[in-house]
């Protein structure tokens, strides 16, 4: 999950370039909204589940934000291709 921190802050930082303060903003105060209910989370799901399915939300949850991190990128990428190839 270390990974995904900076690759996103880096993403942020050149896709809203005139609004970076405002998104890294974001980014933090959902990180820390994680931070606070992932441990919470994953003790509920230990005590009714078993432990070893509550300590899977954390590469599960990282997989996730991953895969809508990539999906973004290939539909932004589509997104802009399509429009220079309408401007030409």
Known sequence: MAAV???LN???GGRFATHAATA???FAGIGNLGAAL???L???IG???GIEYGIFLAPLFGALLSSIALLWHIRE???A???LGEAA
Do not use: K, V
């Open 47 to 49: 005590a009714d589940l």
């Open 38 to 40: 992932g441990p919470y």
């Open 24 to 26: 890294f903003a974001l």
């Open 5 to 7: 921190g900076p690759s």
């Open 10 to 12: 880096s993403y942020l």
């Open 81 to 83: 291709a399509a429009t």
């Open 42 to 44: 994953i003790g509920r």
């Open 77 to 79: 990428r589509r997104f």
